[in-house]
C-alpha cells in the first residue's frame, strides 16, 4: 500500500476525504506540479512536487502521513514501507539489530512534539495577527477585502484644499486638460507604470507637456490604487500648475458631487414563514421600533412625505469574485524530513540524493568535514582565529542556553564574535 492509498484508508474511517489540488509550476522547459491536500478539521496542508503529476500526489500523501505520525494521530509501525520519508536500499539490510533500533529511537522522536504548548505550527503568532485578534481576522470576508478597497478609492477623490488651488478638483481637472491639449493642439498620452508587489500593487501616471506660453515644460506625476485614479491625479497635478502659473483661470461650476443614487438597489418580494414574520414583530415591539413603511412602487418616501430607511447594508459591494475557499491560519512549513528540499519547497526526485540513504549522506558529510578539518589550511586558520574571540570562551553556557529555551538574546560589545559565531 502506497501513501496516498493509506491516507485515503484512514480518512474513510474517520468518515472524512482527502482533497486534491494540483497545479503547474516551474519554466516551460522544466515544468513541475505541485500538489497540495487537505483534510477537513484538520490544520495541516501537505505538499508535493515532482515532474509528474502522480508522484506529486504521492509525495504530498507522504507528506501529509509524516504530520499525522508527528502529532500522534496515527502510530508510526501502521504506516507502510512506502509511505515512510526514509528511503532504504539493499546495503541497509545488513545489521537488523542496529537498524531496528534506531528505528524504534526516530519513532519516539516522531511522536513527541518538539513544540511548546501554544507555540506549534498552528498557532500563529501576534505579528501575524490581525489587529484585533484572531477573532477580527477570521470574520475578515473577500467583501469586506473588496469594501476596503472601494473605501480607499472614495478617500483618494477626496479633496479639502480644492479653494487654495482655483477649485480644480480630480472630478473636473481631467476633462479641463483635455481641453487645454485641444486648443493648443497638443498630442501626448498618459504613461503608466506598476508599482509595488502583487498583492499591493499600485500604479504610477506621468505626463510632461510643452506650454507655448511659459516656454518650458510642465510634469505631472502621480501614484493611486488603480489607472483611473492615476490618470485623475497626475492630470489634477498639471491643472493646478497651470493655474499657478497664470495660464488657465480658476473653475467656476458647482463642486458638490451627486451621489444620491449611489447605493439604491430596488425592493424585490422575499417569502419567509409566518412563524418568522411574528417573531420578528415581537421583537420589535419589545424593542419599541416602528418598522418603516415601503412604498410597493419602488420608492422610498413614506406617507408623511419623509425618506424611509432601508434596513439593506448598501455599502457592501454587490458582487464578490469566487475564489477557492482555504482554511485560515496555515502556514506553509513543515519541519526537516528526509527527500525534501527546504530552499526551493520541491522533492528531491532527481539525482543521486534523490535514492540515497539518510545513513549514506550522513556519512558523506561527516567524511567532507573530516577532510576539511584536516587537509584545508583556511579552515584551520579560522577555527584558531574564532577561538581568540571573547564569545568562544562562553560556548557551553550558549550552547545550554540554546536548548533550554527557545528565543536566545545574546548582548556583547562589537568585535565580540556575536555574529561570526
Not at 184 to 196: E, S
Request: aromatic share 6%.
Amino acid at each position: 500500500m502506497d501513501g496516498k492509498s493509506f491516507l485515503y484508508s484512514w480518512c474513510a474511517k474517520k468518515g472524512l476525504t482527502p482533497v486534491y489540488d494540483i497545479r503547474a509550476t516551474g519554466p516551460r522547459h522544466r515544468q513541475r506540479f505541485l500538489c497540495e491536500v487537505r483534510v477537513e478539521s484538520i490544520t495541516y496542508v501537505g505538499a508535493g512536487n515532482s515532474t509528474t503529476k502522480k508522484e506529486a500526489q504521492m509525495n504530498a500523501s507522504k507528506d501529509f502521513v509524516s504530520y499525522l505520525v508527528r502529532t500522534g494521530q496515527v502510530a508510526a509501525s501502521e504506516v507502510p514501507e512506502d509511505s515512510r520519508t526514509t528511503v532504504k536500499t539493499e546495503e541497509d539490510e545488513q545489521g537488523n539489530g542496529d537498524i531496528q533500533q534506531q528505528q524504534l529511537m526516530h519513532e519516539q522522536q516522531q511522536q513527541r512534539s518538539v513544540f511548546q504548548d501554544g507555540m506549534g505550527p498552528q498557532m500563529m503568532g501576534q505579528a501575524y495577527q490581525a489587529y484585533g485578534g484572531q477573532s477580527q481576522s477570521s470574520n475578515f470576508t473577500y467583501m469586506d477585502r473588496m469594501q476596503q478597497q472601494k473605501n480607499v478609492e472614495e478617500a483618494e477623490d477626496l479633496d479639502v484644499n480644492a479653494s487654495l488651488h482655483g477649485n480644480w478638483t480630480m472630478e473636473n481637472a481631467k476633462s479641463k486638460l483635455h481641453q487645454f491639449l485641444q486648443i493648443n493642439k497638443i498630442n501626448t498620452d498618459y504613461m503608466y507604470k506598476a508599482v509595488g508587489p502583487d498583492h499591493t500593487r499600485s500604479f504610477c501616471c506621468e505626463m510632461s507637456i510643452y506650454v507655448r506660453q511659459l516656454g518650458r515644460n510642465v510634469t505631472g506625476r502621480e501614484t493611486a490604487s488603480n489607472k483611473q485614479t492615476a490618470s485623475k491625479s497626475c492630470a489634477l497635478s498639471i491643472v493646478r500648475q497651470l493655474y499657478h502659473l497664470g495660464v488657465i483661470e480658476a473653475f467656476s461650476g458647482t463642486l458638490k458631487k451627486d451621489r444620491s443614487s449611489e447605493g439604491i438597489m430596488k425592493p424585490y418580494p422575499v417569502a419567509i414563514s409566518p412563524e418568522l414574520e411574528k417573531q420578528i414583530e415581537d421583537t420589535l415591539k419589545d424593542l419599541e421600533i416602528e418598522p418603516v413603511s415601503i412604498d410597493p412602487s419602488g420608492t422610498y418616501t413614506s406617507e408623511e412625505g419623509q425618506s424611509g430607511l432601508t434596513l439593506l447594508q448598501v455599502d457592501r459591494v454587490k458582487a464578490m469574485r469566487e475564489a477557492r475557499p482555504t482554511p485560515g491560519g496555515v502556514v506553509s512549513w513543515s519541519p526537516p524530513q528526509a527527500n525534501w528540499n527546504a530552499w526551493t519547497g520541491c522533492n528531491i526526485d532527481e539525482g543521486p540524493l534523490a535514492t540515497t540513504s539518510l545513513d549514506d549522506i550522513s556519512a558523506d558529510l561527516e567524511k567532507h568535514h573530516r577532510d576539511m578539518c584536516q587537509n584545508s589550511t583556511l579552515y584551520q586558520e579560522s577555527i584558531r582565529e574564532r577561538e581568540q574571540l571573547p564569545v568562544y570562551a562562553m560556548r557551553s553556557q550558549i550552547m545550554e542556553a540554546i536548548n533550554e529555551n527557545p528565543v536566545i538574546i545574546i548582548r556583547g560589545n562589537t568585535g565580540c564574535g556575536k555574529t561570526t559565531q
